[in-house]
């Protein structure tokens, strides 16, 4: 079956998400054929992605495709579906995948399934495992229709090693298609530093930092540790902190080495986003709560206290060379 990836990227930054999903498609098409479709991209990056499993790259180049734009993707992605016949399409489980992949599905007249932990071809039969019931439980769907659309969680694949000697077609796209959109104007929000999604270490606060300022007391561990700083839902939604930073099955999906979970009472749809870290830590001062059960090691206490005397014996640790 052919497989055809819709890639991610920032800047012509590709995102680790999309290397994980071209592993994912090279394991279930195996020798078939693997698409990358690289839209508002470069033709160098593409080389880029046929070292990372692509047979052949669809480009149109950042030129032709001005950033995202819902309408004018879609009706590119399901051209190059229909021409390729493709039974599989991923793409990462961001805000831009998870808006354009129900209209791709809708386009195509295909099955959606959305946020999958895991696919599998089962005898040729495509099997799609999600979170269901706010987390609490896992689904497995398969689909009757002839193409399947699916988002991936970023961090529960491994990508496949960069293989340089790897060649393929590039194909670059010499138009875009007519969109019924105009984008007036984007905005970024400031990310400098570490991406949460590529972070080894994240120190993560909810609701028991009791306000914005509590973002402050994490900020010294997060920096002193070479991490970054998350949150759980709630913050987030009371304006304590960016949605950016949110983790959870409604925020970004996280597998660093090190999760020191601060004040989160450890909702299934928080650790839908985190369950996966090597190593979580919990902080609270409900001795009960259900971080504990996730939790490698915990510390029953107030967090104004703990975080600190946790940053300053850190610091007074010998430095390794």
Not at 51 to 71: E, K, L, P, Q, T
Not at 95 to 113: E, I, M, Q, T, Y
């Amino acid at each position: 079956m052919t497989v055809l990836v819709i890639v991610e990227h920032a800047d012509n930054k590709l995102a680790t998400a999309s290397f994980e999903q071209l592993a994912l498609a090279r394991g279930i098409a195996g020798k078939q054929n693997v698409i990358a479709l690289l839209i508002g991209g470069e033709r160098p990056v593409a080389q880029t992605l046929l070292a990372r499993g692509a047979d052949s790259v669809i480009v149109g180049s950042a030129a032709v495709f001005n950033g995202y734009n819902s309408d004018g993707w879609v009706t590119c992605a399901a051209q190059v579906v229909r021409e390729h016949n493709a039974s599989l399409v991923l793409a990462a489980h961001t805000p831009s995948g998870a808006d354009l992949a129900p209209r791709l599905a809708f386009r195509l007249n295909a099955g959606c399934a959305t946020g999958c932990v895991k696919i599998e071809n089962n005898n040729g039969t495509l099997l799609f495992t999600r979170a269901a019931h706010g987390g609490n439980v896992r689904e497995t769907l398969h689909f009757k229709t002839d193409t399947a659309v699916a988002t991936v969680r970023a961090g529960v694949y491994d990508a496949l090693p960069a293989d340089t000697t790897r060649r393929g077609e590039i194909v670059e796209l010499s138009d875009a298609p007519a969109s019924r959109i105009r984008v007036i104007e984007r905005k970024r929000e400031d990310s400098a530093g570490l991406r949460l999604e590529d972070a080894k270490v994240i120190i993560a606060g909810g609701r028991g930092i009791n306000g914005p300022e509590g973002f402050e007391v994490l900020k010294p561990l997060a920096e002193l540790l070479g991490g970054v700083v998350g949150a759980s839902r709630v913050p987030c939604d009371l304006g304590w902190c960016s949605h950016a930073m949110q983790i959870g099955l409604t925020g970004k999906t996280v597998t660093p080495e090190l999760y020191i979970a601060v004040g989160i009472s450890g909702a299934s749809h928080h650790l839908a986003g985190c369950g996966n870290a090597k190593t979580i830590v919990a902080i609270n001062t409900d001795k009960d709560a259900a971080i504990f059960r996730e939790a490698k090691f915990g510390v029953v206490g107030d967090f104004a206290k703990v975080v600190p005397a946790l940053t300053a014996a850190i610091s007074a640790l010998p430095k390794t060379i």
